[in-house]
Every structure is written in structure tokens, then in C-alpha cells.
Nanobody, 121 residues
Framework: QVQLVESGGGLVQRGGSLRLSCAASGSIFSITDMGWHRQAPGKSRDMVAITTSDGTTKYADSVKGRFTISRDNAKNMVYLQMNSLGPEDTAVYYC???????????????WGQGTQVTVSS
């Protein structure tokens, strides 16, 4: 009923930039938090950045000052601008969203399939 589709991943050199996009589609009534998590090989899946429906943002310490999260509520999209990338940012990046479907009274947490970001040194 709901799909989160990420795009924008790829291979970039150290110091480069990438912009990830995520589109939520389906029988969506409303969305609260939207964000990005990432998982590097052999490591846990960690929060990167989150934005609430009123625009409040939160970042992992490791990306503060380098990454910027933004959203377009009209399009149900969330973005992650990543600058000054380093090899430590190599991971699969997942889009997340708290969504209330039409006809339901509660929010559920949805995840995208992930997009690979690889930073070469």
C-alpha cells in the first residue's frame, strides 16, 4: 500500500557530494517524521538524519555540518544532501517515514529498499 523509493546513490570520490531523494507513494493520509538511516558492512543500521513535519531536524554527530536533510511535504519527498563525503560514509542508505494510511488511525514506520553510497579514497 505504501512504497518508499530512494534514488541518487552511487560512487563518489573523497570530498565529493551526492544528493539522495526518496519518494513516498500509496494510500497516504499524512506523514510525520521522515529520515535517513544507513548501514555499513558488518555494522548496525544507524540514524543519519530525521526531519519532522514542521521542519525540525536532527542529525547524527558524524554528519553534522556535512549533510542536510530537507523535505517537500506536497510531494511526500525527503532529500539528503551529502557534502565532504569520506570513505566512512560508505553504506546502504535507507529512507524512512512514519505514515498514516487513509482509513487508519495510527502511524506506521515504513522503510525503503536502500540505495548504495560508496566513497572511494
Amino acid at each position: 500500500q505504501v512504497q518508499l523509493v530512494e534514488s541518487g546513490g552511487g560512487l563518489v570520490q573523497r570530498g565529493g557530494s551526492l544528493r539522495l531523494s526518496c519518494a513516498a507513494s500509496g494510500s497516504i493520509f499524512s506523514i510525520t517524521d521522515m529520515g535517513w538511516h544507513r548501514q555499513a558492512p558488518g555494522k548496525s543500521r544507524d540514524m543519519v538524519a530525521i526531519t519532522t513535519s514542521d521542519g525540525t531536524t536532527k542529525y547524527a554527530d558524524s554528519v553534522k555540518g556535512r549533510f542536510t536533510i530537507s523535505r517537500d511535504n506536497a510531494k511526500n519527498m525527503v532529500y539528503l544532501q551529502m557534502n565532504s563525503l569520506g570513505p566512512e560514509d560508505t553504506a546502504v542508505y535507507y529512507c524512512t517515514a512514519m505514515i498514516k494510511l487513509r482509513g487508519l488511525i495510527y502511524y506506521q514506520d515504513y522503510w525503503g529498499q536502500g540505495t548504495q553510497v560508496t566513497v572511494s579514497s
